[in-house]
């Protein structure tokens, strides 16, 4: 049972950076595609940015250009750098991990608050 363990959350002013970092106990991260959640108080939970075991990632549009994300397959961890950030950006925010080779075994974290106020 692999596990995943966010940091990096906090509060910071509009237009400030944080970055998430996500560490896996798993001898085979490179496996496995690797994403970041949020979910805002009554809101769905919804997909920010994704990385795949190859190394494609993607975002969500409102995302797109403010944040990046990587991974360093020999750390073992999945990071996202969220730059120009909004007070609608505030959220609980997930990380994800999902077996390449089955779509049985996803994991998730267990999240971490980021807050964006003046």
């Known amino acids: 049972q692999m596990q995943l363990v966010e940091s990096g959350g906090g509060l910071v002013q509009p237009g400030g950076s944080l970055r998430l970092s996500c560490a896996a106990s798993t001898s085979i991260f490179s496996t496995y595609h690797m994403g970041w959640y949020r979910q805002a108080p009554g809101e769905q939970r919804e997909l920010v940015a994704s990385?795949?075991?190859?190394?494609?990632?993607n975002y969500a549009d409102t995302v797109l250009g403010r944040f990046t994300i990587s991974r360093d397959n020999a750390k073992n961890t999945a990071d996202l750098q969220m730059n120009r950030l909004k007070p609608e950006d505030t959220a609980v925010y997930y990380c994800?991990?999902?077996?390449?080779?089955?779509?049985?075994?996803?994991?998730w974290g267990q999240g971490t608050q980021v807050t964006v106020s003046s």
């Open positions: 994800n991990a999902k077996f390449a080779l089955s779509p049985y075994s996803v994991y």
């Open positions: 990385i795949t075991a190859g190394g494609t990632a």
